[in-house]
């Protein structure tokens, strides 16, 4: 049994994460910033730690995550056109993720990202987009620039139709659709798998379960 501290509990893909994590025989710990989420994800299975991403620093971090064996950062800064919080959520929660890893003493880190944020943007670009893409982007770098042993998934666009367990997994895929509850599957799965350890990846739906499509990719 092992605790999962994921970052942005109370999101989308982390309510479904959380009891997959549970049914694998894991401790999921849902870092939230609203109290009155508590009682429905401990309902789901989940520890509950208070942890408001944009106001608090990285020694918070540290703490929250202390007894962790992984980190998920599953966190974003919505879908409202707020550019700032771009750089505090997305970017800036990463950031503070992977110092509060590093201090904490939890190597094992999977972030969730977006795909095609390495490449060039048009001129004509949406401003609240482009910080977007930026956010992750630099997250991402990073990420990988840090001792920690990571996992990126880029998945394309989220939708919330059931999941079907079939994936189509490579550095880079096809522009396409994937249901959160595919993402979801597939962080539960390379959380242990250290064969993921160092992948970057880009995931959409497609024809190959998930494990052979993780071992074909590694």
Same mark, same amino acid.
């Given at each position: 049994?092992?605790?999962?501290?994921?970052?942005?509990?109370?999101?989308?893909?982390?309510? $479904? @994460?959380?009891? $997959?994590?549970?049914?694998?025989?894991?401790?999921?710990?849902?870092?939230?910033?609203?109290?009155?989420?508590?009682? *429905?994800?401990?309902?789901?299975?989940?520890?509950?730690?208070?942890?408001?991403?944009?106001?608090?620093?990285?020694?918070?971090?540290?703490?929250?995550?202390?007894?962790?064996?992984?980190?998920?950062?599953?966190?974003?800064?919505?879908?409202?056109?707020?550019?700032?919080?771009?750089?505090?959520?997305? @970017?800036?929660?990463?950031?503070?993720? =992977?110092?509060?890893?590093?201090?904490?003493?939890?190597?094992?880190?999977?972030? =969730?990202?977006?795909?095609?944020?390495?490449?060039? @943007?048009?001129?004509?670009?949406?401003?609240?987009?482009?910080?977007?893409?930026?956010?992750?982007?630099?997250?991402?770098?990073?990420?990988?620039?840090?001792? $920690?042993?990571?996992?990126?998934?880029? +998945?394309?666009? $989220?939708?919330?139709?059931?999941?079907?367990?079939?994936?189509? @997994?490579? *550095?880079?895929?096809?522009?396409?659709?994937?249901?959160?509850?595919?993402?979801?599957?597939?962080?539960?799965?390379?959380? +242990?798998?250290?064969?993921?350890?160092?992948?970057?990846?880009?995931?959409?739906?497609?024809?190959? +379960?998930?494990?052979?499509?993780?071992?074909?990719?590694?």
């Amino acid at each position: 049994m092992s605790r999962i501290a994921i970052v942005g509990g109370h999101g989308k893909i982390a309510r $479904l @994460l959380i009891p $997959l994590l549970v049914d694998g025989g894991h401790v999921p710990v849902a870092l939230i910033r609203n109290p009155d989420h508590t009682a *429905e994800l401990e309902t789901a299975g989940a520890e509950v730690t208070l942890l408001d991403i944009e106001s608090s620093d990285t020694d918070d971090f540290a703490r929250a995550f202390e007894g962790a064996d992984a980190v998920v950062f599953a966190a974003g800064g919505g879908a409202d056109g707020n550019i700032e919080r771009k750089k505090t959520v997305d @970017l800036g929660g990463s950031l503070k993720s =992977i110092d509060g890893a590093t201090r904490a003493g939890v190597s094992r880190f999977v972030q =969730i990202s977006a795909m095609g944020v390495d490449e060039p @943007l048009a001129d004509d670009t949406e401003d609240t987009w482009v910080a977007y893409v930026e956010a992750k982007r630099d997250a991402d770098v990073a990420l990988r620039d840090s001792s $920690l042993d990571w996992t990126i998934v880029r +998945p394309g666009g $989220l939708t919330d139709d059931p999941g079907t367990g079939s994936i189509t @997994l490579a *550095e880079k895929v096809d522009r396409g659709q994937i249901p959160r509850a595919d993402v979801a599957a597939l962080i539960a799965t390379v959380l +242990p798998d250290r064969s993921t350890y160092g992948k970057q990846w880009e995931v959409i739906g497609g024809p190959t +379960p998930i494990p052979e499509a993780i071992a074909a990719a590694t």
